[in-house]
């Protein structure tokens, strides 16, 4: 069964950097499955973030400009992202996802989903 | 970027009538070389998370109810529920995957009436 959990240290305070780590089971990232992150902020739709493949290639979306850096670990079980310089405008559900890949630059659908995670930036 | 806008905002359906969720892209999300619509329809039950209902705008998931359908092609596309159960209740978002960066549709709400 494939599962996806994301897992982080809390509320961040504004101007500092926001990490979370997507453990995934029943699946690896490989060449059919890639790790995207996704977030929704409260009452708000759903922005893609970001996405990395099996091979470490990554794609963001320029609306971070930047601030945004996605890795995968060693085992290819783990994806993290690292969001910095954040505001008040981070405020979101953050979710990872497996994304079915469907060309270059961040394309493919989602077809699994963890449970997500609030996170508060705040001061 | 491509904006996906979704009609109505929220729509309610007596139980077991027909609930229709459209959806339209800014430009096309034809892609001409393997006739194919790079799009996606999702459900967010009450406190769940997103589940993925259909790809290529018309190819319903594995384990997906057969009353869940999806049509259209370029810039319009249409869910149809066609005869609504409980469980439906949810918001349902649309997704184009044909040009970075991906994009969503603001949602729509289904409820009972």
């Known amino acids: 069964q494939v599962q996806l959990q994301e897992s982080g240290p809390g509320p961040v305070k504004p101007s500092e950097t926001l990490s979370l780590t997507c453990t995934v089971s029943?699946?690896?990232?490989?060449?059919?499955?890639?790790g995207g992150w996704i977030r929704q902020p409260p009452g708000k739709g759903l922005e893609f973030i970001g996405r990395?493949?099996?091979?470490?290639?990554?794609y963001y979306n320029p609306s971070l400009r930047g601030r945004v850096t996605i890795s995968l670990g060693t085992s290819k079980v783990h994806f993290s992202l690292s969001l910095s310089s954040v505001t008040a405008a981070d405020t979101a559900v953050y979710y990872c996802?497996?994304?079915?890949?469907?060309?270059?630059?961040?394309?493919?659908?989602?077809?699994?989903w963890g449970q997500g995670t609030l996170v508060t930036v705040s001061s | 970027d491509i904006v996906m806008t979704q009609s109505p905002d929220s729509l309610a359906v007596p139980l077991g009538e027909r609930a229709t969720i459209n959806c339209k892209s800014s430009q096309s999300v034809l892609y001409s070389s393997d006739n194919r619509n790079y799009l996606g329809w999702y459900q967010q039950k009450p406190g769940q998370t997103p589940k993925l209902l259909i790809k290529w705008a018309s190819a319903r998931e594995s384990g997906v109810p057969d009353r869940f359908s999806g049509s259209g092609s370029g810039t319009d596309f249409t869910l149809t529920i066609s005869s609504l159960q409980a469980e439906d209740v949810a918001v349902y978002f649309c997704q184009q995957y044909y040009s970075p960066p991906m994009t969503f549709g603001q949602g729509t709400k289904v409820e009972i009436k």
């Open positions: 996802a497996r994304q079915r890949p469907t060309g270059e630059y961040g394309r493919g659908y989602f077809d699994g």
């Open positions: 990395i493949s099996h091979d470490g290639v990554t």
């Open positions: 029943g699946y690896s990232i490989d060449t059919s499955y890639y």
